[in-house]
């Protein structure tokens, strides 16, 4: 059985989360206090603790929950190779998920550029993505080149200003997705 969870505690929560994601843009993770969480979302410490462990367990949550976008935006089920294959030969389209994919980045940009850099974050972008390249290819070896390809993509895309759209940025990945090492045109 299912139960609901009250939008009060689900607003807190996301209070809670959106404040560390703000501080740890401004601040770095590290150089953050429960004490400074709590002053800048206006809610008493005890509310914290009803809500999270410790800084590490919100991290730890709002991590999850942006890595469930990522991973949501990459989900289109009926999408295959050959329909992403024909579409792009077809119309010059993009694989669908990496419009959302790019969308979703960019919404949350300040945060994947600052997060981006830890280790244990990357990796676990990384292998969100990787999942989703299964889908089009059988080999680890692909999969495991071309996540690692695209979070390399993305962080230079963060690091250098998002100067191209997500259009551009979609259509490059497709490229390199349907054409690994081949000619694009």
């Known amino acids: 059985m ?11 929560r996301r209070l809670l989360m959106d404040t560390l994601t703000e501080l740890i843009v401004e601040e770095g993770y590290d150089a953050i206090t429960i004490r400074e969480i709590v002053r800048k979302a206006g809610v008493n410490r005890s509310t ?18 942006i890595l469930n976008g990522l991973a949501h935006s990459l989900n289109y089920p009926t999408y ?3 329909s992403a ?10 694989i669908k998920s990496h419009m959302a994919m790019f969308e979703h980045i960019q919404k949350h940009a300040s945060l994947y550029r600052t997060m981006l850099i830890e280790r244990e974050f990357r990796e676990r972008v990384t ?3 990787r999942t ?3 889908r089009f290819r059988d080999s680890v070896w692909e999969a495991a080149f071309m996540s690692n390809g695209a979070v390399g993509v993305i962080l230079y895309w963060l ?3 998002m100067k191209e759209t997500i259009t551009d940025m979609s259509l490059w990945l497709t490229r390199v997705i349907l054409f690994p090492l081949g000619k694009f045109e």
């Open 132 to 134: 989703e390249v299964l």
């Open 159 to 161: 690091e250098n200003g």
């Open 127 to 129: 292998q969100v993505i």
């Open 85 to 94: 294959l024909q579409d792009y030969q077809s119309s010059k389209m993009p």
């Open 2 to 12: 299912n139960k609901a969870i009250d939008p009060r505690v689900a607003r807190t």
């Open 80 to 82: 295959t190779y050959k």
């Open 48 to 65: 914290f603790y009803l809500h999270f462990r410790d800084k590490q367990d919100i991290l730890t949550h709002m991590q999850e929950d």
